[in-house]
């Protein structure tokens, strides 16, 4: 029997008894976890070995969530270590700031007060996208890291090609633009995307900011695909943020 690798945690929260819940959800869970009351401090110990995870407050006495963010986004790494995944944490729902933070590398956020179950739903879906940024070849011809052509996930397959998706083998009738929102939706599963990150991924410079176009595609992806309550995958709304696409049996929200 092979034994897993140790996975380690940092948290990054001066409120010494939240530090402890924290860390106390994630060794339940099998991490080693260190908390760190600065953001100074963190980053010093980052520097000599990285974190698989992080989760950050957005507000330290040294540093900024988002100053912290930025300088975590700056240390140098080795291209064979996958980069530590970050998720923040913050007690009031500040879009412009989410918006930052997830421009700057941040993979997810938590409100304050948290749920257990719901901080492990969110550590498992950015665990799974942690992988090593490859260094390319230079006879190589494509991408050494963009995601298969043809995407399995679930009932669902997704053709990158052709620009078609089926469901148990039914073909799904989307436009081309609904197919760049699930796509989107099921290459960053678990991931809360902003509207922004959409409307570059998606329609580049065609939709303004203040267009309601992406929400009615993304409410006709939900309808076509079946997104809603009591299906394999949920697609919710994240208020003021974007859009998160994520297994139905994760429920966010439930305390333990």
């Known amino acids: 029997m092979t034994q897993s690798l140790p996975r380690y945690a940092a948290v990054v929260e001066d409120d010494p008894h939240l530090a402890d819940q924290l860390c106390d959800i994630l060794a339940g869970s099998g991490w080693h976890c260190e908390a760190f009351g600065l953001g100074h401090a963190f980053l010093s ?59 700057l590398g941040a993979q997810d956020y938590l409100l304050k007060p948290f749920r257990s179950r719901e901080l492990m739903a969110r550590v498992q879906a950015v665990q799974s996208r942690r992988r090593p940024a490859l260094v390319p070849s230079d006879s190589a011809d494509t991408d050494p890291i963009a995601p298969a052509a043809l995407v399995r996930i679930g009932p669902f397959v997704l053709d990158r090609q052709t620009r078609r998706l089926s469901r148990s083998g ?63 995958f949920r697609l919710t709304t994240v208020y003021g943020v974007g859009y998160r696409l994520h297994p139905g049996s994760e429920r966010p929200g439930v305390s333990t």
């Open 45 to 103: 110990r980052q520097r000599r070995r990285a974190f698989d995870l992080a989760i950050l407050d957005m507000r330290l006495p040294d540093l900024s969530g988002l100053e912290l963010l930025r300088q975590l986004a700056g240390l140098p790494r080795h291209p064979s270590v996958a980069p530590t995944a970050s998720i923040v944490v913050t007690g009031l729902l500040d879009e412009a700031n989410l918006e930052h933070a997830f421009a």
């Open 170 to 232: 039914v073909p799904i009738d989307l436009t081309d633009k609904e197919f760049g929102v699930a796509e989107l939706l099921f290459l960053r599963l678990g991931q809360t995307i902003p509207r922004e990150d959409m409307r570059s991924a998606v329609w580049q410079t065609e939709v303004l900011p203040e267009s309601r176009t992406i929400d009615t595609h993304v409410s006709r992806v939900r309808r076509k695909l079946g997104l809603d309550q009591g299906s394999d």
